[in-house]
């Protein structure tokens, strides 16, 4: 089955920073890979999202790189800003199938 | 589009009994909803798989006589803890699929004293 990996696990950087959030994946049939934002205790916000026919895809100050033959995907976020401080999960599925979430990264954006 | 509620939001119950979270889709019918669970400062856990007209299926190490689901229409399921205990105090969140695209509800608290 598919399992994900994900670096690093926290991360702290200053206001206006940039951040940058890496997923690995082993299936290489996963064709799907969304990123989620979690404030604490609320519930997961999909932000972005990328698949397989696209190299990199970009929205405001977030973009999400995908190289599918080392089957790996990053998340980049540039001027970061306080609001952006939380937990963010990657995950990686197949169409069809169940998604498989990363640990989560806890992202800090210190003022 | 693609609301999902979830109720409670928190709820506090006595070792022994039950609670019954429920999951709605508000706005789109849902075939195939979601049970994760998710411990503090941890990754969601996926708990169950629950398929409407059909048994859930449960992922590995999960009770299926202790965490029971229903979906009983293509816009409701339910996770019903039994006999619950103070190690299943958690944060609990359903999510359902909508065109390949995962929609979380906001999640249900629960601790048992």
């Known amino acids: 089955g598919e399992n994900v990996e994900q670096h690093p696990s926290t991360l702290s950087v200053q206001e206006g920073d940039s951040a940058v959030i890496k997923c690995t994946y082993s299936d290489s049939a996963s064709n799907y890979f969304p990123w989620y934002k979690q404030e604490l205790g609320k519930r997961p916000q999909l932000i972005i999202d990328i698949r397989s026919n696209v190299g990199e895809k970009k929205d405001q100050r977030i973009a999400v790189t995908l190289n599918k033959t080392a089957k790996h995907f990053s998340l980049h976020i540039t001027e970061t800003q306080p609001e952006d401080s939380a937990v963010y999960f990657c995950a990686a599925n197949n169409y069809g199938q169940n998604f498989v979430f990363g640990p989560g990264t806890r992202l800090s954006v210190l003022p | 589009g693609a609301v999902v509620s979830q109720h409670p939001s928190w709820v506090i119950c006595k070792s022994g009994t039950s609670v019954k979270i429920e999951c709605r889709s508000l706005?789109?019918?849902?075939?195939?909803m979601f049970w994760y669970r998710q411990f503090p400062k941890q990754s969601l856990m996926l708990m169950a798989t629950?398929?409407?007209?059909?048994?859930?299926?449960?992922e590995q190490g999960v009770e299926k006589d202790k965490f029971l689901i229903n979906h009983a229409s293509l816009t409701l399921s339910t996770l019903t803890v039994t006999s619950a205990h103070p190690e299943d105090s958690s944060f609990y969140i359903c999510s359902a699929k909508y065109r390949n695209e995962q929609y979380f509800g906001p999640g249900t608290r629960l601790t048992v004293t």
């Open positions: 706005d789109f019918q849902a075939t195939t």
């Open positions: 629950s398929n409407e007209g059909s048994k859930a299926t449960y």
